[in-house]
């Protein structure tokens, strides 16, 4: 079965940290561009972070931008996204997604996604 889970979600104060796992099953993310999107209530679903294939280099939204880090690990068929500093404003279900290319990500050219995991931060 091609799928994508993710996990490493949680509870944690602001000013705290979460580290979140992508795992591949059936298929290898070494060939594809990887993102996180994050989906808060009543609100859009917005892209959080994306890491290249083979260059592995990675793109961030401002908001975010020095504070998580995205990382992969071919060896594990795995991507994380490290993330410090958590403000109550990140809170949402942080899914991954695979395509091709970062910028085809979230669009009909997405090849996968994983159905997410729940991220909460208190003040």
């Known amino acids: 079965q091609l799928q994508l889970v993710e996990s490493g979600g949680g509870l944690v104060q602001a000013g705290g940290s979460l580290r979140l796992s992508c795992v591949a099953s059936?298929?290898?993310?070494?060939?594809?561009?990887i993102g996180w999107f994050r989906q808060a209530p009543g609100e859009e679903r917005e892209a959080v972070s994306c890491i290249d294939t083979s260059s592995g280099r990675a793109q961030y939204r401002t908001s975010v931008k020095d504070r998580f880090t995205i990382s992969r690990d071919n060896t594990k068929n795995t991507v994380f996204l490290q993330m410090n500093s958590l403000k109550p404003e990140d809170t949402g279900i942080y899914l991954c997604?695979?395509?091709?290319?970062?910028?085809?990500?979230?669009?009909?050219?997405?090849?996968?996604w994983g159905q997410g995991t729940q991220v909460t931060v208190s003040s």
């Open positions: 059936g298929f290898s993310l070494e060939y594809y561009a």
């Open positions: 997604a695979a395509a091709a290319r970062c910028m085809w990500l979230g669009s009909t050219h997405t090849d996968y």
